[in-house]
C-alpha cells in the first residue's frame, strides 16, 4: 500500500483546493457554531440526494466536510455522492481522508471501508493496480475487524473480484465471486437486495467469458429473484431478461431465448420507446429466432415493426433502412410471400450497390436475397446472373472455402438445374458439398441439401 500512502499529501491537496480550504486548517477542537454550519450542509446534502440530486447533494456534503474535516461519516457521504457524480478525483480526496481519519481513530472496519472508496475512485480514474492493492486490503481489514462470514466482508469480496476481473485475472475473480456469493446465501435473507446483487455478480462475470452453461442457471435464479423485487415494467427487469435471452440464444437455445426477447420487448416499448435501440436490437433477435425455428407468423410482424420504425425515424434511404427492408424480404421469402418480398428485395439490391459499393460483400448478400425471391418465383433466367456475381465477390472477399461462399455455390447450382442445365449446375454443387464436408458436422442438413442436389443431375 505505499504507492497508496504516498499519495496521500498530493491528493489531500486537491481536496483542499477543491473546498477552498488552506492546507493549514487542520482542527484539533470544533466550536459548536461549526458543528451546526457542518450539520446544516449535511441536511441539505440529504434532503437534495431524497431528490436523486447528486451534484447538489455532493456540494453541500463536500461543504459540509470542509466545514468539520474530521468528520469519518461527512467524507463517507462525501465520497458516495462523488462516486455517484462519476467524479473519481473528488472521491479519492474523500477516500484518503477516510483513511486518515480511520487511522487516527486505530479503528479497522473503518480503514476497511476507507480502502473500499480508495479502490473504487482509483479503478475510476483507471489506476487499476492501485485499485486492486486497495481492495485487497479491505478484505484483510474487514476479515479481522467483522470476521470473514459477515455481509460486509463478502462486500468487500465483490469489490475485489471486480478488480481482478478488470485487471484479466480470471481465475482469481472467479473464486472471489464464488466466495461472497456463499457468505450472502448463508448470512442474508432471501428478499435481501445484496442477496440478489451477489448473484447477477455471478451471472454477468460468466456471460461476459461466454461460459453459458456457467452463465445460465445463475442468470435463471438472478431473474426469479428480481421478478420478486422489481416493478414487473422496470428497466432493470427488462434488460436482465435480454441476457438472459442471449445466454439461451448463444447456447442455441432458441426456443427458450425467444419468449424473453419478448418479455423484453414489452419493457424497453414502455421505459424507452418503441425506436428505442435496446427495442430495435431485440426486435432483431426475436425475428431471427423465429426465422430460423420457422415460425414465419411470428418473425413477421417484428421484421415488419422495425422496418416502419426504421423509416419513420430515418427515412428510406439510410443503411438501417435498407438493412431492415432486405430483412423483411428475406424473412417473407421463407415464409412464402414470394410477392411482398420482391419489391423489398429489389430495393435492397439496387439501393445495396450505391450504398455499400459494386465488389461489396453487404451487396452480394442482398443480391442472393433477390436471386433466392426470383427462384421462388421460377424466375431462374433472372436469378442466375445475380447469383453468378455475388459469388464472384464472395470468392474475392472471402476465399473459395468460405461456408456462406459454398451456400452462394449451391443456389446457383439449383437456379441453373431449374434453368435446364445441370450440367452447368455440377461443379457448383461439388463445390458446395466439397466446403461443407470440410468446415460443417457430420449430417449436418445444408451438407445432406447438397447431396440430395448432385445426386439428382448425375442421375
Known sequence: MARILARVMSVTVLFLIVSGAPASAQQLGVSPETREQADHFFRRGLS???????????????????????????????????????RPDLQMAHALALLQIAGNEKDDERRARAYSHIGIAATGLNRLKEGLEAFEESVQLYGKALGEDHPEFAKALSNLARAYDHSNLPDAAEQAFKRAHEISEAVLEKDDPVRLSRLGDLAFF????????????????????????????SLALGERYAALAELYDNASLKGKA?????????????????????????????????????????AVPHAEALLAIFEEALGPDHENTLRAANNLAQVYTYAGAHQKALPLAERAAAQGEDRFGPDSIELASRLVNLGQVLDALNRQSESVPLYERALKISEAKLGRGDVSVARIANNLGYALEQSGSPEKARPHYEHALSVFREKLPRGHFLTEIVERNLAAVNR
Open 48 to 86: 437534495h440526494e431524497e431528490k436523486g440530486d447528486w451534484v447538489t447533494a455532493y456540494r453541500d456534503y463536500a461543504l459540509a466536510a470542509d466545514t468539520l474535516k474530521t468528520s469519518f461519516d461527512i467524507h463517507l457521504k462525501a465520497s458516495e455522492a462523488a462516486s455517484r457524480i462519476r
Open 206 to 233: 460468466y456471460a461476459k467469458r461466454f461460459e453459458n452453461d456457467q452463465a445460465i442457471p445463475y442468470m435463471e435464479a438472478y431473474i426469479a429473484a428480481s421478478e420478486e423485487e422489481l416493478p414487473k415494467d
Open 258 to 298: 425467444a419468449p424473453y426477447y419478448e418479455r423484453a420487448i414489452v419493457i424497453f416499448e414502455k421505459t424507452e420507446g418503441p425506436s428505442a435501440a435496446l427495442t430495435q436490437k431485440m426486435r432483431s433477435k426475436v425475428s431471427t429466432i423465429y426465422t430460423d425455428l420457422q415460425r414465419f407468423d411470428l
